[in-house]
T-cell receptor, first 111, second 115 residues
Framework: GEDVEQSLFLSVREGDSSVINCTYT??????LYWYKQEPGAGLQLLTY?????DMKQDQRLTVLLNKKDKHLSLRIADTQTGDSAIYFC???????????FGKGTKLSVKP | EAGVTQSPTHLIKTRGQQVTLRCSPI?????VYWYQQALGLGLQFLLW???????NRGNFPPRFSGRQFPNYSSELNVNALELEDSALYLC??????????????FGQGTRLTVV
């Protein structure tokens, strides 16, 4: 089945850029998403990219997709303490159709 | 416009009991997904309903079941609760699978504690 891998932790200083990485196995995935989860809350959709794109920018967020290497990344520019949360990479499409999530990357932002 | 709503927000049950969790999707969304988020385990896919039918099921025992109603709301039922069922249960909705714009939006979840 589909496998989505993320590193579990990332720590950055306020004002720096954060890059959260995700690798996946199913090359037929058509939609790729980034979600944010703050403590005790549900998941908030941050941004998404279609598989026919290689980059999408949305304010401080930049998503890069390398289909050849099956690698997705989320760059957060000028990271703020309010960006501290768990970030999930998710894929849709391929053989299953439902959303498949990575285990999440916990981003800690130090002042 | 209302987002995905889940009820109840918190629930405490005793081992062996049964529980029903409810989810109302965003208006116009016909797909509903259920996920279990246990501590330290990420999101585990449970069930996916679209247009009233079960489309896919995750690796959970049969005591986890659900259904989708004609108005596209959904229930998740868990029988014979075990301590390890304690988790945040998240529901998400999206447009039907075969539509081009298929972002999935999540509710705030139901926190289930089994004692």
């Amino acid at each position: 089945g589909e496998d989505v891998e993320q590193s579990l932790f990332l720590s950055v200083r306020e004002g720096d850029s954060s890059v959260i990485n995700c690798t996946y196995t199913d090359s037929s995935s058509t939609y790729l998403y980034w979600y944010k989860q703050e403590p005790g809350a549900g998941l908030q959709l941050l941004t998404y990219i279609f598989s026919n794109m290689d980059m999408k920018q949305d304010q401080r967020l930049t998503v890069l997709l390398n289909k050849k290497d099956k690698h997705l990344s989320l760059r957060i520019a000028d990271t703020q303490t309010g960006d501290s949360a768990i970030y999930f990479c998710a894929l849709r499409g391929g053989s299953q159709g439902n959303l498949i999530f990575g285990k999440g990357t916990k981003l800690s932002v130090k002042p | 416009e209302a987002g995905v709503t889940q009820s109840p927000t918190h629930l405490i049950k005793t081992r062996g009991q049964q529980v029903t969790l409810r989810c109302s999707p965003i208006s116009g969304h016909t797909s509903v997904y259920w996920y279990q988020q246990a501590l330290g385990l990420g999101l585990q896919f449970l069930l996916w309903y679209d247009e009233g039918e079960e489309r896919n099921r995750g690796n959970f025992p049969p005591r986890f079941s659900g259904r989708q109603f004609p108005n596209y709301s959904s229930e998740l039922n868990v029988n014979a609760l075990e301590l390890e069922d304690s988790a945040l249960y998240l529901c998400a909705s999206s447009l039907s699978w075969d539509r081009p714009n298929t972002e999935a939006f999540f509710g705030q979840g139901t926190r289930l504690t089994v004692v």
